[in-house]
């Protein structure tokens, strides 16, 4: 009737797999997500290879017509806790950090923190996470275990700050020195930069919204 409320659910079915990457190639895995509708939710999945392929693409599949939004899709070994690699939570804890408490970087009157989110921000670039592992330095004493200094907490966002100022000014090249000097004195809050292409972002990096900038 007129005015009555009208309801349609709408299922979409997903198969995610884990193939060779070359037009035709061999699947070595494939996970089916069905019954997603409604706002934004987190489905997960678990692939089993048959064989080893290092240069394995990740192939997001859609049956039939019609609008999906998909976002932040991410592949983790099994081993994987929290969204965080084993083996890079294994390395954070080798580490053993109290960090840093050198003033290396100037603008900050809290050296160590500082010095400390630089540190974090160049060793996630380096174990090519796509999560903050802000956390995971807090949680083995990063902040709290040097009792020669004062305690100090760690910002996540100047960790991003920092990354994302490395990412883009990588991808700027020449243009982007300015922005490069103004992140080696400590202002990465200034050292964001802009140009370049998907192209010419490093492979630690991602290229999001035109721009050059950490994956997580």
């Not at 160590?112 to 989110?117: D, F």
């Not at 760690?154 to 020449?174: E, G, Q, R, T, Y």
């Amino acid at each position: 009737m007129l005015g009555d409320p009208l309801q349609m659910p709408v299922y979409v079915q997903i198969v995610v797999a884990l193939e060779e990457d070359i037009s035709g190639g061999q699947s070595y895995a494939e996970a089916e997500i069905r019954g997603m509708e409604g706002d934004w939710k987190q489905y997960s999945f678990t692939l089993r290879p048959e064989r080893a392929d290092p240069h394995a693409r990740l192939a997001v599949l859609f049956e039939g017509s019609g609008r999906v939004w998909v976002d932040q899709v991410s592949l983790m070994p099994g081993d994987a806790v929290g969204g965080v690699r084993a083996d890079v939570e294994s390395l954070v804890a080798a580490l053993r950090p109290a960090v840093g408490r050198d003033p290396t970087f100037s603008g900050d009157d809290n050296h160590s923190e500082q010095l400390s989110e630089y540190v974090i921000a160049y060793l996630s670039l380096a174990f090519d996470t796509k999560k903050d592992l802000t956390p995971v330095f807090v949680e083995y004493g990063v902040g709290t275990d040097d009792k020669k200094i004062p305690p100090y907490k760690l910002n996540p966002a100047a960790v991003k700050a920092i990354a994302d100022a490395h990412c883009s000014i990588h991808a700027a090249a020449a243009a982007g020195l300015p922005q490069l000097q103004k992140l080696q004195q400590g202002d990465y809050q200034h050292a964001l930069a802009s140009g370049g292409t998907s192209r010419s972002c490093p492979s630690e990096c991602s290229w999001a919204k035109d721009r050059c900038v950490a994956k997580w």
